[in-house]
């Protein structure tokens, strides 16, 4: 499976944005996917993740509230919408995959795409 993000940009504080990741190679609805962030100068974080359906989602504690994570499977693509965003929101965005019909909430994946970066400015 191949996967590329997308979507990032600049953004003022309270802005949105959404992310787009893209997959291929594989059929994509058997697969959970996930996003993650790093900051510079930071670990990677988990961020959110949707099952292989789009049944169940799991967001961090972090972004509840003001991110979603949705999936077109007929698109081969997930999404992460972002509302309100925040400074410390800052960080390169990666999408990530796991052929697994559970939910995966940790950096248990195999496939992993480049990041897009997002910068939330004050």
């Known amino acids: 499976v191949q996967l590329q993000a997308f979507g990032g940009g600049l953004m003022q504080a309270g802005g949105s944005l959404r992310l787009s990741c893209a997959t291929s190679?594989?059929?994509?609805?058997?697969?959970?996917a996930g996003w993650f962030r790093q900051a510079p100068g930071k670990e990677r974080e988990f961020v959110a993740a949707?099952?292989?359906?789009?049944?169940?989602?799991y967001c961090a504690d972090s972004v509840k509230g003001r991110f979603t994570i949705s999936r077109d499977n007929a698109k081969n693509t997930v999404y992460l919408q972002m509302n309100s965003l925040k400074p410390e929101d800052t960080a390169l965005y990666s999408c990530?995959?796991?052929?697994?019909?559970?939910?995966?909430?940790?950096?248990?994946?195999?496939?992993w795409g480049q990041g897009t970066l997002v910068t939330v400015s004050s």
């Open positions: 190679g594989r059929t994509f609805s058997n697969y959970a």
């Open positions: 949707i099952s292989w359906s789009g049944d169940i989602t």
């Open positions: 990530a995959a796991r052929r697994t019909r559970m939910i995966v909430t940790t950096s248990n994946y195999d496939y």
